[in-house]
C-alpha cells in the first residue's frame, strides 16, 4: 500500500541540482508561489525514477494554482501583436499617463550613466583617431611593451564603463516596466533584477558583440535579424531573471513568427524618439519616454506569449552561461560563478601569465619593427620574440581548454539530474 502523500519527503531538480528533502506541504507552497512547476522532477523514498511531479499521483491535480495579482491592465494585451501604429498610439496614451515618473527616472538615468560613457566618449574623440600617430612618437622615448599594457589597460575599462552602464541601462528598463504596470514596489524590484543581472550582463557587453561580429561576417542581414531578435534578451534577463543564452534564445523564438513586424515597430519608434529634434529639442523629453514605452509595450505582448508557453519556461540552462563566461570572457571566470572556487583562481592567473607572456613577445617584435622598418614576414616574426607570443598562447589557451573542461563537467552533472540517471539514497 504506497504511504499517504503527507508521510513522504520529496527531492526536486531545481536548477539542474537536486534539492531537499521536502515535506508535502512545501512543495505545495513551492507551487503556488510559482518556484516550481508540476513539471519539474521529483523523487520520494521507495520511487524507482524521478519524475515530473504531475505523474507522481500526489492529488496535485486538485491544487488550484494561484494566478499572479492583476496589475494595471495594458492595451497591448490582445489577442494578436499590435500594429505599428497600434503600438504608436498605446504608447503616446501610456507615456502621457506617466510622463513625470518617466522622465524623472530618465534624469536619473542619464546623471549616472553618464558618469560611465563619459570617459569613453571623451577617449574614442581626442585618442583613438590619433592612435597611430600617438604611438610612433611615443614608442621612441617609452617602451613598446608599456604601449601595449597601456592599450590593454585602456581597452579593460573601456569594458568595464560599457559593462556598468548595461547593468543600469537593464535597471532604468525593469523601473519603468514596475512604472506602467503599476507596481508600487518598482524600486525594489529594480535593484532585485540588477543583482541578478550581474553576471549575465557581464556576458552580454562581452559577448553579444562577437555573436554580431561573426553574423555579419556572413553579409549584413543574419547580423540584422539576430539584432531584432534578440531585443528583448535584456528585459528578460532583468525581468524574468533568465540566464544570459537562455534570454537571448526565449527573445528569438518569441520574435521570430513576427520578425518583420516586431522590425518595423522598432524602425518606427526609433523615428519617433529622434522627431522631437524638429521641435527645438524640447520635443524629446516627450517623444523619447514614448519610444522607450513602445518598446515596453512590445516586450509586455511577448511576455505574455512566453507565459502561455510552458516549453519556454523551462529551466535555464546555467551551463551555457559558464561556457561563455570560460571560452569569451575569461578562462576561470565561469568556474567561480558555478562555486569552483579553487580551480577558478587557477585557471584565472595562469591565463594571465599567458596573457602577458605574448604581450610582453608583441612587445619585442613591434619595437624590431617600428626601429628597423623591416617586413612583418613569417621569418622576422619568429626571430624577432614571435616564440614568446606562441609560447604564452599556448600557455593560455591550456588553461582555456581547462575552462572548457569545466563548464563540459558541470553541463554533463546538469544532465544527470535531469534526466534522473541516480535517485537520491533514502537515508539522504
Not at 528583448?232 to 527573445?251: C, G, H, M, R, Y
Amino acid at each position: 500500500m504506497k504511504p499517504a502523500p503527507e508521510s513522504l519527503s520529496y527531492y526536486l531538480a531545481i536548477d539542474q541540482k537536486q534539492a531537499g528533502p521536502f515535506t508535502f506541504e512545501q512543495v505545495k507552497q513551492m507551487l503556488l508561489e510559482g518556484k516550481i512547476t508540476k513539471e519539474t522532477l521529483g523523487w520520494y523514498p521507495g520511487k524507482g525514477e524521478w519524475e515530473k511531479l504531475s505523474k507522481l499521483d500526489l492529488g496535485l491535480e486538485e491544487i488550484d494554482l494561484i494566478p499572479p495579482l492583476p496589475q494595471e491592465e495594458l492595451p497591448l494585451c490582445q489577442k494578436e501583436i499590435p500594429s505599428s501604429f497600434e503600438l504608436i498610439r498605446i504608447a503616446f496614451q501610456k507615456t502621457k499617463e506617466h510622463w513625470w515618473r518617466i522622465v524623472l527616472a530618465g534624469f536619473v538615468y542619464i546623471a549616472v550613466a553618464g558618469v560611465c560613457q563619459a570617459p569613453g566618449e571623451i577617449v574614442s574623440r581626442l585618442v583613438v583617431p590619433h592612435m597611430t600617430s600617438l604611438i610612433k612618437q611615443i614608442s621612441e622615448s617609452i617602451s613598446l611593451k608599456m604601449i601595449l599594457l597601456g592599450f590593454v589597460f585602456f581597452v579593460g575599462i573601456l569594458t568595464v564603463m560599457t559593462y556598468l552602464n548595461n547593468l543600469i541601462t537593464f535597471g532604468f528598463y525593469r523601473y519603468v516596466l514596475g512604472i506602467l504596470r503599476g507596481e508600487k514596489d518598482r524600486l525594489e524590484l529594480s535593484q532585485k533584477g540588477i543583482l541578478h543581472s550581474w553576471f549575465p550582463a557581464l556576458l552580454y557587453t562581452v559577448v553579444m558583440p562577437l555573436i554580431l561580429m561573426i553574423a555579419a561576417l556572413f553579409l549584413i542581414l543574419p547580423a540584422i535579424y539576430l539584432g531584432v531578435g534578440y531585443i528583448f534578451a535584456p528585459l528578460l534577463i532583468v525581468d524574468q531573471k533568465l540566464s544570459f543564452w537562455t534570454a537571448l534564445e526565449t527573445s528569438r523564438k518569441l520574435v521570430h513568427p513576427y520578425w518583420g513586424r516586431v522590425f518595423l515597430s522598432l524602425l518606427f519608434l526609433g523615428l519617433i524618439a529622434i522627431s522631437g529634434i524638429f521641435f527645438l529639442l524640447v520635443g524629446v523629453f516627450f517623444t523619447l519616454p514614448m519610444a522607450l514605452v513602445g518598446f515596453l509595450v512590445l516586450y509586455e505582448y511577448f511576455l505574455r506569449e512566453y507565459k502561455k508557453n510552458p516549453e519556454m519556461q523551462s529551466t535555464s540552462k546555467i551551463y551555457q552561461d559558464v561556457m561563455a563566461a570560460n571560452l569569451f570572457v575569461f578562462p576561470g571566470l565561469g568556474s567561480w560563478w558555478i562555486g569552483e572556487t579553487k580551480v577558478a583562481i587557477f585557471q584565472m592567473l595562469g591565463a594571465l601569465i599567458g596573457f602577458l607572456i605574448s604581450l610582453y613577445g608583441m612587445g619585442e617584435v613591434g619595437i624590431i619593427w617600428l626601429h628597423q622598418s623591416q617586413q612583418a614576414a613569417f621569418a622576422f616574426f619568429l626571430k624577432s620574440g614571435g616564440w614568446t607570443i606562441l609560447g604564452g598562447l599556448i600557455f593560455f589557451k591550456c588553461f582555456w581548454a581547462w575552462g572548457f573542461w569545466t563548464a563540459w563537467k558541470y553541463k554533463k552533472s546538469g544532465e544527470r539530474i535531469s534526466e534522473s540517471v541516480e535517485p537520491p539514497h533514502p537515508s539522504s
